[in-house]
């Protein structure tokens, strides 16, 4: 067994950053409000036709009602004229009116289908990235919140165009009326200037408190949601505490900034809608007035004065943009949730294949790795080499990196620094495909994707490859007596925590790599069922380089080499055997507060734990041979055999010695 030896503690100098993030930079990270803004408009561009239809039609209806004003003037000259023929002004009228109703209509469908594209283009974007960053995305983003932003505030964002280009139609009406007054009157424009300046105002300030006050509501709603999802994950040990009310306090406690938002918004549009509801009607009076007083001066005709009040209102309609930027704020702020969300770099991949059949293939080695999760160190300078084909057991107490190393190797987590080859290539230069086809996982609670068993074991796999993965997992013989066996869907298979983990492990064996990692993948197996499945690892798996993350004494003696983390360094390396006679790695395995003697709930564990002991029993072909180290065994282990049912279990050990009476704790018992 090779292995590189173990690195002395070294400075890395600053901390890097994951490889996925030197490789992608952020985008906008610096101004959160202008990454929305290109987003935005990013939407525009990419909703297909629909935005530039209804840009087309709002901006030909504005320029039609533009003209509409002047025709009524027309016609009041012509009807007040007598020698006037209004049959043609009064067509012509006719004509400005049915083309801003045509205008309208086709506007409608144009904002509704643009709207409903970029929402469904931006949800399949977010999500599309959310599953390509992978697990650091989850780590930055509790899911509940990953929901809102990919649900609720997409949809905000795919309203932006009609917002927008709404917004923007409505000042063409308000600078076309400001130089058709210009051209009937001066004095005219003079006036409506004055109140148009105003109402800008009122808008401006409008928008900036809206797009701030809703970021806060959209980030409350968020915080409920995820409070929610974390309560429905947990609905079993709710229900058996009788936390409900606690519970339901703990997932409504943001509702009260939720409401404090909600009133804000509120109130800010109340206020602005008071503030036009003034600065509106007093515009049109000006421009009436004006118009008065030069109709009696004898510088405007009657005509004239009615297109000036026509025009006064049709630019005084810009006031009725407060709806529309009311939604271009929800969309803005929701556009910066979600830019949030896009600038999370996911991991970038080569194109290189691992290379083919050799007499080490799946070798795994790790150079000077250090990895760090929520900006803390997980691992600290692990230098390991793993030869193809060899089992490797990682242990360690909670928190001591075993999974963040499980991580590593497979590339759900990029190393802040250091380097991880797969036979003798870095994992960032495989292609995305080659690397997911060497390296297969097996999780503690594993999610079954699929529609039936088979499908979540081996989707496309032919019928003996998921009968040889289910029965290399010890699943078939339960997943044989379901209904349907097989071809069961998964929401109908009533399973155990147990069978759901042989499930997933079926289908780690079923992916054919060259890298097995099991991060605690066995930890709901009962202890026959967890001895059929190492015989597996250890006989039908062989020719696979496989990593487990082990708790169980019995699971780390059966490792060609076990490596044992503490605080993310390496505390010691060696077989079971070697690293037993530590009495601080023999308390890795030990039951916290349990007294020597004492009969609990997990006996049926200690039996496989008991083989794990050098000298003490085996697992059959497994066994560990007696050796000069047989008195490194705990002298208070009782003496038990391999699962009974197991057919080639050995024969148990003399007996021990009884314990002591003391309260130390048995050091092979271990909790569940």
Request: proline share 7%; net charge neutral; with cysteine.
């Amino acid at each position: 067994m090779s292995e590189t030896p173990a690195a002395g503690h070294r400075t890395t100098g600053t901390r890097e950053h994951t490889a996925a993030t030197e490789a992608a930079p952020v985008t906008g990270a610096g101004n959160p409000d202008r990454g929305a803004d290109r987003l935005l408009l990013e939407m525009v561009r990419r909703s297909g036709a629909w935005p530039y239809v209804y840009a087309v039609t709002a901006l030909a209806g504005a320029v039609v009602e533009l003209m509409l004003p002047g025709a009524l003037g027309r016609a009041v000259d012509v009807l007040v004229s007598p020698a006037g023929d209004p049959a043609g002004v009064l067509v012509l009228c006719a004509s400005l009116v049915a083309t801003v109703v045509a205008c309208d209509a086709v506007a409608v469908l144009a904002s509704g289908s643009g709207g409903a594209q970029a929402a469904r283009l931006l949800r399949e974007r977010v999500v599309r990235h959310i599953l390509a960053v992978g697990p650091a995305m989850s780590r930055r983003h509790p899911a509940g919140d990953l929901v809102t932003r990919a649900g609720t505030n997409a949809e905000e964002v795919g309203a932006a165009p009609e917002a927008l280009i709404t917004a923007v139609s409505l000042l063409v009406p308000a600078a076309g009326s400001l130089v058709a007054l210009a051209l009937i009157d001066p004095w005219l424009a003079v006036a409506f200037a004055a109140g148009l300046a105003v109402i800008l105002l009122v808008l401006r300030a409008f928008l900036r408190e809206t797009t701030a006050v809703s970021s806060g509501y959209q980030e409350a709603q968020s915080d409920i949601a995820s409070r929610l999802i974390d309560a429905l994950a947990g609905a079993r040990t709710i229900a058996a505490a009788g936390t409900e009310e606690q519970e339901v306090r703990r997932v409504l406690a943001p509702l009260t900034r939720l409401r404090a938002f909600g009133m804000a918004v509120w109130r800010v549009n109340a206020r602005a809608g008071v503030q036009a509801a003034i600065v509106v009607p007093l515009l049109e009076t000006a421009v009436i007035g004006v118009g008065g007083l030069r109709l009696a001066a004898g510088a405007l005709t009657a005509g004239e004065l009615f297109a000036a009040a026509r025009y006064a209102v049709l630019g005084a309609g810009i006031g009725s943009a407060l709806g529309y930027l009311n939604r271009l704020a929800r969309a803005r702020s929701a556009a910066r949730r979600v830019r949030q969300v896009l600038d999370l770099p996911a991991p970038t991949y080569g194109n290189e294949e691992p290379p083919g059949a050799g007499a080490e293939r799946g070798r795994l080695e790790l150079r000077g790795v250090s990895a760090y999760a929520d900006g803390r160190p997980v691992l600290r300078d692990i230098d390991l080499t793993v030869p193809g084909g060899a089992a490797l057991a990682v242990v360690g107490r909670s928190g001591s990196g075993k999974s963040a190393l499980a991580a590593v190797a497979g590339r759900l987590l990029d190393p802040g620094s250091g380097e991880v080859l797969l036979d003798g290539v870095p994992l960032p230069r495989l292609s995305r495909a080659a690397l997911r086809g060497a390296a297969g996982y097996a999780f503690e609670r594993p999610v079954l994707f699929g529609h039936t068993l088979r499908e979540a074991i081996a989707p496309g796999g032919s019928d003996e490859a998921v009968r040889a993965a289910g029965k290399a997992a010890a699943a078939d013989a339960f997943i044989r007596r379901l209904p349907r066996a097989y071809d069961t869907p998964v929401e109908e298979a009533p399973m155990s925590g147990g069978e759901r983990q042989r499930v997933g492990l079926a289908r780690a064996f079923a992916h054919d790599g060259r890298l097995l990692i099991l991060d605690d993948a066995t930890s709901s197996l009962d202890t026959v069922t967890e001895y059929q499945v190492a015989r597996a690892l250890t006989e039908e798996l062989r020719d696979r380089t496989r990593l487990i993350v082990a708790h169980r004494a019995a699971t780390a003696a059966r490792a060609d080499l076990v490596v044992w983390l503490e605080d993310g360094r390496i505390r010691g390396r060696g077989t079971h055997e070697m690293l037993w006679r530590d009495p601080l790695y023999r308390a890795v395995f030990q039951v916290t507060g349990q007294a020597a003697g004492q009969v609990t709930d997990e006996a049926a564990d200690e039996a496989a734990d008991e083989a794990a002991i050098p000298g003490r029993g085996g697992d059959g072909p497994e066994s560990t041979p007696r050796s000069p180290h047989d008195s490194v065994a705990p002298r208070h282990s009782p003496p038990v055999t391999p699962p009974a049912s197991s057919p080639t279990a050995s024969p148990a050990p003399s007996p021990a010695p009884p314990p002591a009476p003391s309260a130390t704790p048995s050091p092979v018992a271990e909790p569940r």
